[in-house]
């Protein structure tokens, strides 16, 4: 036992020694890697630096950024009353410790506690080696020195806690907390703190999820350490044994996927990235967007975007119900994608009329029949309101009026305003905008669309989405004039909400496109902005999907779920009028739909259409058939054939009998000699 004593002695003497000469090693084994070229992992974080999405390093590891002041410090409590009580104070090698260790490996055959302090550890996490030898005792010593010499303690700290290992392919203590606790390790319980310390000294043979009971015990013997030197009270001792070690591994958290993929794939070489996304309205709007999109069908996705209004900042951005279903084609930005907008164009043409002094809220506005040259525009429900203000037209969403109040601003108008202010409206192949556009007939996606209502919360200044967090924000472009602006959102918040939704609440709008392909809200109050989209990412028709009952609760559950105080709207600005249709300038008081041209609108069959087919009554003899008129200047005069049948009456409605079957010309005809004609078939 002597003789081993003597051993044990020189050997300690003999590694004193090489501390000591250790210059001599430095240029020996060359310069130090200090962790510079450690490849890392993408990891994306929100405004305030909650984690967003990670992604595993070329070879398959999770390998995430860790600093001191990532950590609870609780851990580090632990962590060196547990494997380095004087990390602080030596300078990479603790002769203490080492010399304590070769005596105790000397008089009892075993390890009893190892040598290595925490920068000896991270020198060999840097530099791993294969087998134990005393030339790779040595070099780690020469590399914990330098480790020292050229790192500050929280530097040093940094690569452990980013380095370490905790099974599988987990490295560093963020990937640790995440799939072992679902959490980071900014928060951590006493049990969970004294795990993530045991975990390095043997990852495969302790993971949680494979060997939930030698993690258990593993996590025990630290505490007993720890409350062997009076670290922590034995009460609290007691209450992190009793805690239930983890016995599954989470998944990494996927909060803004479809962001976070685009960003990493915009700047591959930066490893951390910044959003203005705020984690946790991404992290409700996500669960809302899955949970009604399953509610609606199988095939059905649903995207939300959110938008601070003064700044143009996305606060969430859900691109997918689910970025992993693959049925509901989960990792297509349904956020970026053409879609027809339905009426949601509509408060910009209002606003345009506004912005013209054409029309205000009050103005009368007629909902009747009209055709302009062969279309036609119909309401969805196919029934007429016959005269309503122009703030009733919009909030029922009503086609006729909106129409009639287009063809006088200009579709090109309309088109070059929203170009102007940063939408890319897409037209079909060879097509120049027609009336249709102010129906659906355009393409555009729900980042324009929200960014066009988020200008009407502005006050009619358009701000372009900023995502990326510290980017510059591009100048702001006119849509609107303040006080038309300011109108159309006073008419958006008197729109009937959906079923159990708050009146007053939100300005907003739905849509339907044609054939029911996609169904949209868009809203805003004083602070935010949110657009919603519905349907099916192949462009299928769903028939009953309807803005107003597949998208606008979702709308109003997600300001809901923003869990912040509703803000009122700004006050109008000044020049807006407040008064009855009565009460205003007689030229606002009702829309004419003749006030930009000199001439008077042409005479126009309303029905029956041109090419219609009329089935004979029973018996042969063919039943009255009206004929209604609209425009004109008159006396009006009607033929039948080229024979004249007689003038309608007030209502612009004649009953005529065709002779027979076939084909038979209708004609109508004004004082200026101006006319229309339609062909239809009796049968």
């Given at each position: 036992?002597?003789?081993?004593?003597?051993?044990?002695?020189?050997?300690?003497?003999?590694?004193?020694?090489?501390?000591?000469?250790?210059?001599?090693?430095?240029?020996?084994?060359?310069?130090?890697?200090?962790?510079k070229d450690i490849e890392l992992s993408h990891v994306v974080l929100d405004r305030e630096g909650r984690l967003l999405r990670a992604y595993a390093t070329k070879d398959g590891r999770w390998r995430l950024p860790a600093s001191v002041e990532d950590v609870d410090p609780r851990f580090f409590k632990l962590l060196y009353a547990y494997e380095d009580k004087r990390f602080?104070?030596?300078?990479?090698?603790?002769?203490?410790?080492?010399?304590?260790?070769?005596?105790?490996?000397?008089?009892?055959?075993?390890?009893?506690?190892?040598?290595?302090?925490?920068?000896?550890?991270?020198?060999?996490?840097?530099?791993?080696?294969?087998?134990?030898?005393?030339?790779?005792?040595?070099?780690?010593?020469?590399?914990?020195?330098?480790?020292?010499?050229?790192?500050?303690?929280?530097?040093?700290?940094?690569?452990?806690?980013?380095?370490?290992?905790?099974?599988?392919?987990?490295?560093?203590?963020?990937?640790?907390?995440?799939?072992?606790?679902?959490?980071?390790?900014?928060r951590l319980t006493l049990g969970e703190a004294a795990l993530l310390v045991a975990l390095p000294q043997s990852p495969e043979t302790r993971r949680p999820d494979r060997h939930s009971g030698r993690a258990q015990a593993a996590r025990d013997r630290v505490l007993d350490r720890v409350a062997l030197a009076g670290a922590v009270p034995h009460d609290e001792i007691a209450?992190?044994?009793?805690?239930?070690?983890?016995?599954?591994?989470?998944?990494?958290?996927?909060?803004?996927?479809?962001?976070?993929?685009?960003?990493?794939?915009?700047?591959?070489?930066?490893?951390?990235?910044?959003?203005?996304?705020?984690?946790?309205?991404?992290?409700?709007?996500?669960?809302?967007?899955?949970?009604?999109?399953?509610?609606?069908?199988?095939?059905?996705?649903?995207?939300?975007?959110?938008?601070?209004?003064?700044?143009?900042?996305?606060?969430?951005?859900?691109?997918?119900?689910?970025?992993?279903?693959?049925?509901?084609?989960?990792?297509?930005?349904?956020?970026?994608?053409?879609?027809?907008?339905?009426?949601?164009?509509?408060?910009?043409?209002?606003?345009?009329?506004?912005?013209?002094?054409?029309?205000?809220?009050?103005?009368?506005?007629?909902?009747?029949?009209?055709?302009?040259?062969?279309?036609?525009?119909?309401?969805?429900?196919?029934?007429?309101?016959?005269?309503?203000?122009?703030?009733?037209?919009?909030?029922?969403?009503?086609?006729?009026?909106?129409?009639?109040?287009?063809?006088?601003?200009?579709?090109?108008?309309?088109?070059?305003?929203?170009?102007?202010?940063?939408?890319?409206?897409?037209?079909?192949?060879?097509?120049?905008?027609?009336?249709?556009?102010?129906?659906?007939?355009?393409?555009?996606?729900?980042?324009?669309?929200?960014?066009?209502?988020?200008?009407?919360?502005?006050?009619?200044?358009?701000?372009?989405?900023?995502?990326?967090?510290?980017?510059?924000?591009?100048?702001?472009?006119?849509?609107?004039?303040?006080?038309?602006?300011?109108?159309?959102?006073?008419?958006?918040?008197?729109?009937?909400?959906?079923?159990?939704?708050?009146?007053?609440?939100?300005?907003?709008?739905?849509?339907?496109?044609?054939?029911?392909?996609?169904?949209?809200?868009?809203?805003?109050?004083?602070?935010?902005?949110?657009?919603?989209?519905?349907?099916?990412?192949?462009?299928?028709?769903?028939?009953?999907?309807?803005?107003?009952?597949?998208?606008?609760?979702?709308?109003?559950?997600?300001?809901?779920?923003?869990?912040?105080?509703?803000?009122?709207?700004?006050?109008?600005?000044?020049?807006?009028?407040?008064?009855?249709?009565?009460?205003?300038?007689?030229?606002?008081?009702?829309?004419?739909?003749?006030?930009?041209?000199?001439?008077?609108?042409?005479?126009?069959?309303?029905?029956?259409?041109?090419?219609?087919?009329?089935?004979?009554?029973?018996?042969?003899?063919?039943?009255?058939?009206?004929?209604?008129?609209?425009?004109?200047?008159?006396?009006?005069?009607?033929?039948?054939?080229?024979?004249?049948?007689?003038?309608?009456?007030?209502?612009?409605?004649?009953?005529?009998?065709?002779?027979?079957?076939?084909?038979?010309?209708?004609?109508?005809?004004?004082?200026?000699?101006?006319?229309?004609?339609?062909?239809?078939?009796?049968?």
């Amino acid at each position: 036992m002597k003789r081993i004593k003597l051993i044990v002695a020189a050997c300690a003497g003999a590694i004193a020694l090489a501390c000591i000469a250790c210059a001599g090693w430095v240029y020996a084994f060359g310069p130090a890697p200090l962790g510079k070229d450690i490849e890392l992992s993408h990891v994306v974080l929100d405004r305030e630096g909650r984690l967003l999405r990670a992604y595993a390093t070329k070879d398959g590891r999770w390998r995430l950024p860790a600093s001191v002041e990532d950590v609870d410090p609780r851990f580090f409590k632990l962590l060196y009353a547990y494997e380095d009580k004087r990390f602080l104070t030596h300078h990479g090698v603790d002769l203490l410790a080492m010399t304590r260790a070769a005596w105790q490996l000397g008089s009892t055959g075993h390890i009893i506690s190892g040598g290595s302090t925490l920068t000896m550890q991270v020198a060999r996490l840097l530099e791993p080696r294969e087998h134990r030898t005393v030339t790779a005792k040595l070099r780690q010593v020469t590399r914990a020195l330098q480790l020292e010499y050229g790192l500050s303690k929280p530097e040093i700290l940094s690569l452990y806690l980013t380095l370490a290992p905790y099974g599988g392919n987990l490295e560093g203590i963020r990937a640790a907390s995440l799939a072992y606790f679902g959490k980071e390790p900014r928060r951590l319980t006493l049990g969970e703190a004294a795990l993530l310390v045991a975990l390095p000294q043997s990852p495969e043979t302790r993971r949680p999820d494979r060997h939930s009971g030698r993690a258990q015990a593993a996590r025990d013997r630290v505490l007993d350490r720890v409350a062997l030197a009076g670290a922590v009270p034995h009460d609290e001792i007691a209450r992190a044994k009793a805690e239930i070690v983890p016995h599954v591994r989470r998944p990494m958290p996927v909060f803004a996927p479809h962001s976070a993929d685009r960003i990493v794939i915009s700047e591959p070489d930066r490893r951390i990235h910044r959003l203005t996304i705020d984690q946790p309205l991404q992290a409700k709007l996500q669960t809302l967007a899955k949970e009604r999109a399953e509610a609606l069908g199988p095939d059905i996705s649903v995207a939300i975007l959110a938008v601070d209004n003064d700044s143009g900042e996305v606060r969430a951005r859900v691109a997918s119900s689910d970025y992993f279903d693959t049925r509901r084609a989960g990792q297509v930005d349904m956020t970026a994608a053409l879609r027809s907008p339905g009426s949601t164009l509509k408060p910009f043409i209002y606003g345009l009329g506004f912005e013209d002094g054409l029309i205000h809220p009050e103005t009368l506005i007629d909902d009747r029949p009209q055709r302009y040259g062969g279309y036609m525009p119909e309401n969805f429900d196919l029934t007429f309101q016959g005269t309503v203000t122009v703030r009733r037209a919009l909030q029922l969403s009503l086609n006729v009026p909106a129409i009639a109040v287009l063809d006088k601003v200009g579709v090109n108008r309309l088109s070059a305003r929203l170009t102007q202010a940063g939408a890319a409206l897409v037209l079909p192949k060879e097509e120049a905008p027609g009336l249709a556009m102010g129906l659906g007939g355009v393409g555009v996606t729900l980042n324009d669309l929200t960014m066009l209502y988020a200008g009407l919360a502005r006050g009619g200044e358009a701000e372009p989405l900023v995502e990326r967090l510290g980017q510059a924000n591009p100048p702001s472009r006119r849509l609107l004039d303040p006080v038309a602006a300011w109108y159309v959102g006073n008419v958006l918040i008197g729109a009937p909400p959906p079923e159990n939704a708050p009146h007053n609440r939100l300005a907003f709008k739905t849509g339907t496109s044609y054939g029911y392909r996609d169904a949209w809200a868009v809203g805003f109050d004083g602070r935010m902005t949110v657009g919603v989209w519905v349907g099916r990412p192949d462009g299928a028709p769903v028939p009953g999907l309807v803005g107003r009952s597949a998208a606008a609760p979702i709308l109003f559950d997600a300001f809901a779920r923003s869990g912040a105080t509703p803000a009122p709207l700004p006050a109008a600005p000044k020049g807006a009028v407040f008064a009855v249709s009565a009460k205003l300038p007689p030229p606002l008081q009702r829309f004419n739909a003749q006030a930009y041209g000199a001439a008077a609108e042409a005479p126009r069959i309303m029905f029956p259409p041109n090419g219609a087919r009329l089935e004979l009554a029973s018996g042969g003899a063919l039943d009255p058939m009206a004929l209604k008129i609209a425009g004109g200047t008159g006396p009006l005069t009607v033929m039948v054939n080229g024979v004249p049948v007689g003038a309608p009456g007030h209502r612009r409605t004649l009953f005529v009998r065709p002779d027979g079957p076939g084909f038979v010309r209708l004609t109508v005809m004004d004082a200026r000699g101006a006319a229309d004609s339609v062909v239809i078939r009796i049968q």
